[in-house]
């Protein structure tokens, strides 16, 4: 199986910075797109920022220009960047990434457990 684990979240002041990381373990053949995902209470589950393979990335109109997602494919690990928060960045921090786990299989949606984010104004 593969597992998903994220870090870096915590509690910063609008304005501040946080760096989250994702790193993906276990059965990886090859990791195709990864990407972060946020919840705040109450709401549903938003895209954030995706990256390919290759490099080529997708923002949130709420945080192009504010937030960078960047990965390094020989650690299996992907980043966000997140410069110049809101309050209303506060969530649960999810991160998404599509794994074949073989040469074989079609590729799967795997999750990481979450990480919070707080921004307090």
């Known amino acids: 199986q593969v597992q998903l684990v994220e870090s870096g979240g915590g509690l910063v002041q609008a304005g501040g910075s946080l760096r989250l990381s994702c790193a993906a373990s276990?059965?990886?053949?090859?990791?195709?797109?990864m990407g972060w995902y946020r919840q705040a209470p109450g709401k549903q589950r938003d895209l954030v920022a995706t990256i390919t393979s290759g490099g080529s990335t997708t923002y949130a109109d709420s945080v192009k220009g504010r937030f960078t997602i960047s990965r390094d494919n020989a650690k299996n690990t992907a980043y966000l960047q997140m410069n110049s928060l809101k309050p209303e960045d506060t969530a649960v921090y999810y991160c998404?990434?599509?794994?074949?786990?073989?040469?074989?299989?079609?590729?799967?949606?795997?999750w990481g457990q979450g990480t919070q984010v707080t921004v307090s104004s």
């Open positions: 998404n990434a599509d794994v074949k786990t073989n040469p074989v299989v079609v590729a799967r949606q795997y």
């Open positions: 276990g059965r990886i053949f090859r990791i195709n797109a």
